[in-house]
Every structure is written in structure tokens, then in C-alpha cells.
């Protein structure tokens, strides 16, 4: 009788074999960073994007504003108290960098959630904090968006970041804080009026326990700072901050803040 092919996978030596094996390949060497378009890990960054990413100088521990050495707290912050106890952000928001979180936020690329989590998270672990947050209990909490800009956006691109970068550091998420308040752009709107505008934008389930809020820009604080504020008032004990950039704050604008100061000028410690 004569024998019949096998039908079994180890015997299957036809074309197929090879290609597959070519495409499997072609996929694992098919991965490209985001910033440069160099092959590069699944779902990251390059190393050297990566590495220039990360490469910054001290800021102060409120604000990220440059200072001398880590852990100082700017001229500005001490004139004023925060409703954070610690800040945490990656770069600046400008050049690449900007232009990824664009990307990610308004072009609605969600493959980039995973890569500049990872970076935010790499920012904390490289600062220190990681192992304390964990052994302090800290939860991760997003910032919340308006339901009507969420429903035109079709997503919350803190909550995508915040979600990556809780599982990555170990801690819990949860989502307490809510958006009541659709507001309007701040970046047009004095300090004053940017105060007013977020003062009761938002609210929060009773809570406990050390909170890390995260976002993805750090602009004008206004909006951070009521929610950071609406968190303690549900009973947080402590509120920390994590973005992926901050807007440089101008020369200009830093004369019209020490002005303001001398001058006694309500909501002078807004930025």
C-alpha cells in the first residue's frame, strides 16, 4: 500500500511554511518609532528619541519651572500655595515632542497612548517615586472631560495615559472625579477669568488616601488645580501631579507675575 502524506505540522514543508515565515519576520522587524520612524521595540519609542525625550534639566517639584537642583521649588510656587504636593512631567510641550502629543490628542492616534505612557511613567521611576507611591497606596486618577467633548472626541486622552501609567507603576485606577462643566477654552482668557471659569467645573466621589492625577499638558494650572482641589474636598489627603509636558512659561509672562506680585494683584500666582 502505498504511503500517504502526512497531514501533521511537522510535516508540512510546502511554500506556505516559508512564507509565513517571512511575514512573521517582516512583522517583528516592521515596528518603527514614532518620533524618528526607525525600527524600534513594539509599541515604544527608539532609544535615542527615547534617551533625548527624557533629557532635561531639573525643574522645580511643583511646577517644573528650571531650576538649579532637583527637588527646589521655584520663586513662584513659594509665593503661593499649590493644591499638588509634587509634579511630575516629562519634556517641555514644544518641537517633537509637541507634535507627538498633537498627534495622540487631536488626531485621535490612540497607538501612541501606549508609548508616551510608558515615558511618563519612566520619568517617575527615574525620579524615585515609583516605590513610594506603591507603598503609600497611592491611586491614579485622570483628568476628567466634559461628556460632550468627550462624545466629539470619542475618547479622554488623560484617561488613556492615566490607565497605562497605573498599570505600569503597579497602582490602582479609579475614575472619582467628573466634569460638570463644559468650559471654555482658558488659553484666550485672563487669569482671573480662568479661575472663575474651572472654580465648580468639576466634582468628585468621596475618596481617601494619596491621589496621583494625571493629564496630558500642564498649561495655565487653572484646571488642575480645581480638580485637585475637588479631590480633597471629597477627602484625599494628598494630591500629586503627572503630565506629559508643560507649556514654557514666557519672559513676558514672567514680568507680568512679578508685577503683579509687587502690585498685589489677586490670582498673580495662576501660570
Same mark, same amino acid.
Given at each position: 500500500?502505498?504511503?500517504?502524506?502526512?497531514?501533521?505540522?511537522?510535516?508540512?514543508?510546502?511554500?506556505? &511554511?516559508?512564507? $509565513?515565515?517571512?511575514?512573521?519576520?517582516?512583522?517583528?522587524?516592521?515596528?518603527? @518609532?514614532?518620533?524618528?520612524? =526607525?525600527?524600534?521595540?513594539?509599541?515604544?519609542?527608539?532609544? *535615542? #528619541?527615547?534617551?533625548?525625550?527624557?533629557? /532635561? *534639566?531639573?525643574? @522645580?517639584?511643583? @511646577?517644573? +519651572?528650571?531650576?538649579? &537642583?532637583?527637588?527646589?521649588? #521655584?520663586?513662584? @510656587?513659594?509665593?503661593? +500655595?499649590?493644591?499638588?504636593?509634587? $509634579?511630575?512631567?516629562?519634556?517641555? $510641550?514644544?518641537?517633537?515632542?509637541?507634535?507627538?502629543?498633537?498627534?495622540?490628542?487631536?488626531?485621535?492616534? =490612540?497607538?501612541?497612548?501606549?508609548?508616551?505612557?510608558?515615558?511618563?511613567?519612566?520619568?517617575?521611576?527615574?525620579?524615585?517615586?515609583?516605590?513610594?507611591?506603591?507603598?503609600? *497606596?497611592?491611586?491614579?486618577?485622570?483628568? %476628567?472631560?466634559?461628556?460632550? &467633548?468627550?462624545?466629539?472626541?470619542?475618547?479622554?486622552?488623560?484617561?488613556?495615559?492615566?490607565?497605562?501609567?497605573?498599570?505600569?507603576?503597579?497602582?490602582?485606577?479609579?475614575?472619582?472625579? $467628573?466634569?460638570?462643566?463644559?468650559?471654555?477654552?482658558?488659553?484666550?482668557?485672563?487669569?482671573?477669568? &480662568?479661575?472663575?471659569?474651572?472654580?465648580?467645573?468639576?466634582?468628585?466621589?468621596?475618596?481617601?488616601? /494619596?491621589?496621583?492625577?494625571?493629564?496630558?499638558?500642564?498649561?495655565?494650572?487653572?484646571?488642575?488645580?480645581?480638580?485637585?482641589?475637588?479631590?480633597?474636598?471629597?477627602?484625599?489627603?494628598?494630591?500629586?501631579?503627572?503630565?506629559?509636558?508643560? +507649556? %514654557?512659561?514666557?519672559?513676558?509672562?514672567?514680568?507680568?507675575?512679578?508685577?503683579?506680585?509687587?502690585?498685589? +494683584? %489677586?490670582?498673580?500666582?495662576?501660570?
Amino acid at each position: 500500500m502505498k504511503d500517504q502524506p502526512s497531514s501533521s505540522p511537522q510535516s508540512f514543508h510546502s511554500p506556505w &511554511r516559508g512564507l $509565513y515565515r517571512a511575514v512573521r519576520a517582516w512583522r517583528l522587524l516592521d515596528h518603527r @518609532c514614532a518620533a524618528c520612524g =526607525l525600527p524600534a521595540p513594539s509599541r515604544r519609542f527608539c532609544a *535615542g #528619541c527615547s534617551n533625548d525625550f527624557l533629557d /532635561r *534639566g531639573p525643574g @522645580c517639584r511643583l @511646577c517644573g +519651572t528650571p531650576v538649579h &537642583r532637583a527637588g527646589m521649588i #521655584c520663586g513662584r @510656587c513659594l509665593a503661593t +500655595t499649590r493644591a499638588w504636593s509634587q $509634579y511630575w512631567f516629562v519634556q517641555d $510641550y514644544q518641537g517633537p515632542w509637541a507634535e507627538l502629543i498633537r498627534r495622540f490628542k487631536y488626531q485621535a492616534q =490612540l497607538s501612541l497612548a501606549p508609548p508616551l505612557a510608558a515615558l511618563l511613567a519612566r520619568q517617575l521611576k527615574g525620579e524615585g517615586a515609583a516605590d513610594s507611591l506603591q507603598q503609600e *497606596g497611592w491611586q491614579v486618577t485622570a483628568m %476628567p472631560m466634559h461628556w460632550r &467633548r468627550r462624545q466629539t472626541r470619542g475618547f479622554n486622552q488623560a484617561a488613556e495615559l492615566a490607565r497605562l501609567v497605573a498599570l505600569d507603576l503597579g497602582l490602582g485606577y479609579r475614575q472619582p472625579l $467628573y466634569r460638570h462643566q463644559d468650559t471654555p477654552a482658558l488659553e484666550d482668557l485672563t487669569r482671573a477669568e &480662568r479661575r472663575r471659569a474651572v472654580r465648580y467645573a468639576f466634582g468628585c466621589e468621596l475618596v481617601s488616601g /494619596r491621589w496621583l492625577l494625571v493629564d496630558d499638558v500642564f498649561t495655565t494650572g487653572a484646571s488642575v488645580t480645581a480638580a485637585a482641589e475637588a479631590l480633597k474636598r471629597s477627602g484625599a489627603r494628598e494630591v500629586a501631579l503627572a503630565t506629559l509636558a508643560r +507649556t %514654557p512659561i514666557s519672559a513676558d509672562s514672567h514680568h507680568n507675575w512679578m508685577r503683579a506680585v509687587f502690585d498685589g +494683584t %489677586p490670582g498673580a500666582e495662576d501660570h
